[in-house]
């Protein structure tokens, strides 16, 4: 399986924004926890229904988002 094919995006579901597996948990809470020095240990048992893939790809979604050009006015 692909990584991003974890990523979902739901319609009325956490306002739309990405998703893990169309779970309630949005791919900002993970990168959140991350970004606060929680181990991916931490987090598996804070949220049993997660994987590390899970994880993994959050981390490559967030790479796909800020991989694009950025155009400025002259």
Known sequence: ???LERITLEEGKCG???????KRLR???V??????GA??????TDYP???QE?????LQYAAHQTNHLVLQAA
Not at 16 to 22: H, I, V, Y
Not at 31 to 36: H, N, P, V, Y
Not at 39 to 44: Q, R
Not at 54 to 58: H, L
């Open 1 to 3: 399986m692909n990584l």
């Open 16 to 22: 739309g924004r990405p998703c893990l597996r169309g």
């Open 27 to 29: 791919v900002c809470d």
């Open 31 to 36: 990168l959140e926890l991350l970004s606060a």
């Open 39 to 44: 181990s991916y240990e931490e987090i598996l």
């Open 49 to 51: 229904f997660l994987t």
């Open 54 to 58: 899970d994880i993994w790809a959050t």
